[in-house]
């Protein structure tokens, strides 16, 4: 009984459910707040992306005549599902993950990838030609931050020794200097979170001026909510684990909060500095060079590794 008391206490309160998503509307808070500071805008109060949260949620949903109404009231949840499931397996506020087991890093990595996949497919689902461009290019861009993003990540893992999350963040923390040794796979795991976010510059996804909200311009209300809850908790992750695996790990909450905003700042001077990339630019140079970048450093290190060479 105690156990069962325990697991749900975890998935609901800590270090899920609630906790996160609460976490999850914090840093996007921060990050709207820190990208309008540099653009000489006030930006959003402390409580903005809660009332908006709240205020979709307790909206009616309009769902499209001509839709699968399953998918369409299904994607937004299984894309926050999968977020949250993720977080069970990271040291979120630099305590030990909730659960974990041997290559946990490969699963999380891939239950990251649901709110790509479902705002994919929650595009292609309605008649708008407007979500369908955008849907078109979310999977698009899919492939060409998805492959770099793994082997940044891979990257510590296999200097490591180990695909468990916890195993990379504890061998970090004695190693410190992990974003010294592997400078190109920081770059590249950061601009992919940032691409799996949809954050500029590579937001053509859902441009504004171009196709109004992209792959979710037909959503409203409670599916609408949940996806932004989804990209929020996400966020949150996504930051852990680049803190976790490059910033000297996180163990305790004061070293996870300081190295998570840290990284968000430098994502926000991203966002604030570049340009909008267009899909072709995406696909291809990103693709191009990221790629072959984070490959070219992962095929180093298996041949220092092998070669005895203490990283």
């Given at each position: 009984m105690d156990v069962v008391i325990r697991d749900l206490a975890v998935l609901l309160f800590f270090p899920g459910g609630l906790?996160?998503?609460?976490s999850g509307l914090a840093y996007q808070w921060a990050d709207r707040k820190l990208v309008a500071r540099l653009q000489n805008r006030v930006g959003p109060r402390w409580f903005q992306p809660l009332a908006d949260v709240l205020k979709l949620l307790a909206k009616e949903e309009v769902v499209p005549a001509g839709v699968n109404r399953f998918l369409f009231v299904a994607l937004p949840v299984i894309a926050l599902?999968?977020?949250?499931?993720?977080?069970?397996?990271?040291?979120?506020?630099?305590l030990g993950p909730a659960y974990r087991f041997p290559g946990d890093l490969i699963v999380v990595v891939y239950l990251l990838s649901l709110l790509t996949i479902g705002l994919g497919l929650a595009g292609s689902n309605v008649a708008s030609y407007f979500a369908r461009i955008?849907?078109?290019?979310?999977?698009?861009?899919?492939?060409?931050?998805?492959?770099?993003?793994?082997?940044?990540?891979?990257?510590?893992?296999?200097?490591?020794?180990?695909?468990?999350?916890?195993g990379v963040n504890d061998f970090a923390a004695a190693r410190?200097?992990?974003?010294?040794?592997?400078?190109?796979?920081?770059?590249?795991?950061?601009?992919?979170?940032?691409?799996?976010?949809?954050?500029?510059?590579?937001?053509?996804?859902e441009a504004e001026t171009e196709i109004v909200a992209g792959a979710l311009t037909e959503y409203s209300g409670r599916g609408l909510g949940i996806f932004q809850l989804a990209r929020a908790v996400e966020l949150v992750i996504g930051l852990t684990l680049m803190a976790a695996f490059y910033l000297g790990g996180v163990s305790d909450p004061l070293g996870w909060l300081v190295k998570t905003l840290a990284l968000l700042l430098v994502v926000a001077v991203a966002q604030s500095v570049l340009v909008r990339l267009r899909i072709d630019q995406t696909v291809g140079s990103w693709w191009r060079y990221g790629a072959l970048l984070a490959l070219a450093q992962f095929l180093i290190l298996i041949v220092l590794k092998s070669a005895g060479v203490n990283l």
């Open positions: 906790f996160l998503l609460a599902a999968g977020a949250l499931t993720a977080a069970l397996y990271v040291p979120i506020l630099g955008g849907a078109t290019r979310t999977l698009t861009q899919l492939f060409s931050y998805e492959a770099p993003f793994l082997l940044a990540l891979l990257g510590p893992a296999l200097v490591a020794g180990t695909w468990q999350i916890a410190p200097l992990m974003l010294l040794t592997q400078p190109i796979g920081f770059v590249v795991g950061l601009f992919g979170l940032m691409g799996k976010l949809e954050l500029a510059p590579f937001d053509a996804p």
